[in-house]
């Protein structure tokens, strides 16, 4: 099973979306709220240099942003 983190907001369209695409897939994740958790804010920002959301961790896999198509492909998923 791949390792997947995903950093989010609350308020973040994409970061929910992504996490629904998770859950429909039964795709099990580590979630980090990067409002509240300052060090995992800055975490995020040194892997990928920016501060946009969702931010995704595939097996050390970087994917910014809710790509279901290379999410998909990262996990095989069909689509």
């Given at each position: ?15 929910k ?31 990928t ?31």
């Amino acid at each position: 099973m791949a390792q997947i983190t995903i950093y989010t907001t609350p308020w973040c369209a994409y970061c929910k979306m992504a996490k629904e695409y998770f859950k429909k897939n039964n795709v099990e994740y580590t979630e980090y709220d990067v409002a509240e958790d300052a060090v995992k804010r800055q975490e995020m920002i040194d892997k990928t240099h920016q501060m946009g959301v969702p931010v995704i961790m595939i097996d050390g896999q970087i994917v910014i942003g809710f790509d279901r198509e290379k999410i998909a492909g990262l996990l095989n998923i069909k689509k």
